[in-house]
């Protein structure tokens, strides 16, 4: 069976003119526009697709992508506004995406940008966006591992720092004190779990923790250097945004890795850069070697 607001492989029933129709299984045969058919597509077979509602409320299937699916939560720019009917996104399909008045949480205006939730009424098979995010969070204990690579949305600010939702499911917090630079309402990232919590709710971070974060990131630096013939460009002086650019951590964690590298004289820290120790070069040499 098709289901809606998802991609679904599904096969080619019969050509006729509007396009090829497509199996649905319970939902019968669904409509792929010819727009959408690429030439090698054939009746028999099989093909990737979305499947949602159009303009007239039929159940159709297009090979674009939307910004998010059912079950997703996506950073969406307003478009359009009906004051009896509600809001409208624009989620990257042909077909506007519907924010209904009972699931907003605030006036929104043409150009507004929001954090919404892509979801599916059970009851008319449509697509709707909701702004109520905290109904569709899981509240249950979390059952991520400590370090476990996940994906963020960040939502919200708070003393602390910053709110994120976690893998489309869990609320999180990123804390203000483990960032090198200001993050912004519905920027995505990638981070890792430091502790679940038993509300329900994540403290995670953009890099790993300790030793799980340092080690690696020490290597890293030891092989950049050797790229670069012993010598790289970053000093205290370095932005955040080159240390993140260069080595994808934060500035806080840069340096922790150049302390333990200092302290076990494998570098030397100098005005302008890092260099290799050449009491580390010597010690690498092998026996033998000139």
């Not at 492989?9 to 010819?34: K, M, N, Q, T």
């Amino acid at each position: 069976m098709a289901l809606i607001g998802q991609y679904n492989s599904l096969r080619v029933v019969r050509a006729a003119p509007p396009g090829y129709y497509l199996d649905g299984g319970s939902h019968g045969e669904i409509l792929l526009p010819g727009c959408y058919i690429p030439p090698s597509l054939m009746p028999g077979h099989t093909i990737e697709v979305f499947v949602c509602r159009d303009s007239e409320d039929r159940l159709v299937a297009t090979t674009e992508r939307p910004y998010a699916v059912v079950g997703e939560f996506a950073f969406l720019r307003v478009v359009g506004v009906n004051p009896r009917v509600g809001v409208f996104f624009d989620w990257g399909l042909e077909k506007d995406l519907l924010l209904p008045r009972r699931e907003q949480i605030a006036p929104l205006q043409v150009g507004d940008w929001l954090v919404v939730r892509v979801a599916l009424d059970q009851k008319s098979d449509r697509i709707f966006a909701s702004a109520r995010l905290p109904r569709w969070l899981d509240r249950d204990m979390p059952k991520y591992a400590e370090g476990q690579r996940v994906r963020l949305l960040v939502i919200g600010e708070t003393p602390l720092g910053y709110k994120v939702i976690v893998e489309h499911a869990h609320i999180g917090l990123l804390y203000r004190t483990d960032l090198a630079d200001p993050l912004t309402v519905g920027q995505p990232l990638e981070g890792f779990v430091r502790a679940p919590r038993f509300d329900g709710r994540l403290d995670v971070a953009l890099d790993r923790a300790g030793f799980h974060r340092i080690a690696p990131l020490t290597e890293q630096i030891l092989q950049s250097l050797e790229r670069a013939g012993g010598r790289l460009p970053f000093h205290d002086d370095s932005t955040p945004l080159e240390i993140r650019t260069a080595f994808g951590v934060s500035k806080k964690a840069f340096k922790q890795a150049l302390g333990a590298l200092y302290r076990e004289r494998r570098i030397r820290i100098e005005a302008h850069g890092i260099r290799v120790a050449t009491e580390a070069v010597a010690v690498a040499k092998p026996t033998g070697a000139v």
